[in-house]
């Protein structure tokens, strides 16, 4: 794990995560760590550009799987 230090951040922005955490009932730290989260995820173009290379990367997929899902289904309720 990286510590990653904010500087000079604000009263009211300082109050307000305090506010967003204690209503989640969660730390400042998880909140902020959220957030940071949810900021550099992949946007959906980056998403979508990564399943064109897997896509690319492993071809045309052909054939028709039906049954093999339903021989899967059937042994997994087998085993319950």
């Known amino acids: 794990m990286v510590d990653i230090l904010v ?3 604000d009263e009211e922005t300082a ?3 305090k506010e967003k955490a204690k209503a989640k009932g969660i730390s400042v730290s ?3 760590r959220d957030m940071i ?3 550099v995820k992949p946007s959906k173009e980056e998403a979508w550009a990564a399943a064109d290379a897997i896509r690319k ?4 997929v052909s054939g028709d799987s039906t049954q093999l899902i339903r021989e899967d ?3 997994q309720e ?3």
Request: aromatic residues 4%; proline residues 0%; positive net charge.
């Open 73 to 75: 289904r059937d042994n």
């Open 15 to 17: 109050r307000r995560l």
């Open 57 to 60: 990367k492993i071809g045309k």
């Open 7 to 9: 500087r000079n951040v």
């Open 30 to 32: 998880d909140t902020v």
């Open 37 to 39: 989260k949810a900021g």
């Open 78 to 80: 087998r085993y319950r």
